[in-house]
């Protein structure tokens, strides 16, 4: 495998500093293509405009998706990008490629009934129902990332101001905690995750039953399991409490800019999509309830 891969892998990591999630994305990208082109004797910097456009109808005619399709060509995109960049190759082979494009689906959201009805569900009685309940709350009130949830410390959080610190991709943002969030996240803190913990120096905010840092697939479970109690009928994950804190906030006359700091998008064009959302929306309840519609 051409040693350019290795080079951009550490290239995303050192300089670029992306997530690891973007990091494996492109990389599972950019290995399939590298074993593609080996079945066909060519080294990545070797390959031209024709070899590529031939490896995207060559996805195509495996039964890859418009959007998978469209992401591969992306990481190539970047890795030519980057091979230009070092002098490997005089011009990027991606340019001018173009690919259906995938048709964007709108996010699911809940209802703020929905909301509150899933809020309700932990019994904070007991110790593990006082925790899920201050996770929930905490991810609905920020709209963070499940991966920046289960990644917070007891030093991101300020009781006393009333926000959490949040750092991914080498970015922070200091985020606000509505009043019931910031009671439950309290209670937590200060009844309960001091007898979960497994050692005094656990770091971890959110621990699971063994006294460790919550998993993604353990917070998974919990989500699914307060659904189920709920009798939501929505498949909820926990991107779908990101995707109603965004939605209801513009639906309440908060502005796109604002939410795109919270949520943590580089580009606005990722926050716009909840504007789309909510239009989409009031066009539903305008012909259900407009006599004349």
Not at 160 to 186: D, H, M, N, T, W
Not at 205 to 233: C, D, H, P, T
């Amino acid at each position: 495998m051409s040693s350019i891969i290795s080079r951009y892998e550490e290239y995303l990591i050192q300089v670029k500093h992306a997530s690891v999630n973007t990091v494996s994305s492109y990389m599972r990208d950019i290995r399939q293509y590298a074993s593609y082109l080996q079945g066909i004797g060519l080294d990545v910097l070797d390959a031209g405009r024709d070899t590529i456009d031939g490896y995207m109808h060559y996805l195509h005619d495996n039964g890859k998706s418009p959007a998978t399709i469209s992401r591969s060509l992306a990481s190539l995109k970047s890795l030519y990008m980057f091979a230009l960049s070092e002098d490997e190759i005089e011009e990027n082979p991606v340019y001018s490629i173009k690919v259906e494009k995938a048709e964007r689906k709108l996010p699911q959201v809940l209802t703020g009934k929905e909301v509150e009805l899933l809020l309700e569900q932990p019994r904070v009685s007991d110790m593990k129902g006082c925790r899920d309940k201050a996770m929930l709350e905490v991810l609905y009130a920020t709209g963070i990332r499940v991966s920046e949830l289960i990644g917070l410390n007891v030093e991101d959080v300020s009781l006393s101001g009333g926000f959490i610190r949040c750092e991914s991709s080498g970015k922070v943002r200091i985020i606000p905690l509505y009043p019931e969030a910031l009671s439950a996240l309290s209670d937590y803190i200060s009844d309960v995750r001091g007898k979960m913990i497994a050692t005094p120096t656990e770091r971890s905010l959110f621990v699971n039953v063994s006294g460790e840092r919550m998993s993604r697939q353990g917070f998974w479970k919990i989500i699914k399991y307060y659904q189920e109690k709920a009798q939501i009928k929505k498949d909820i994950t926990p991107h779908t409490l990101r995707h109603s804190f965004a939605a209801h906030l513009l639906e309440n006359g908060a502005d796109l800019r604002s939410i795109q700091e919270m949520l943590g998008h580089s580009d606005i064009s990722s926050t716009q999509i909840y504007a789309q959302l909510v239009k989409q929306n009031l066009k539903a309840v305008y012909n259900k309830y407009h006599p004349k519609a």
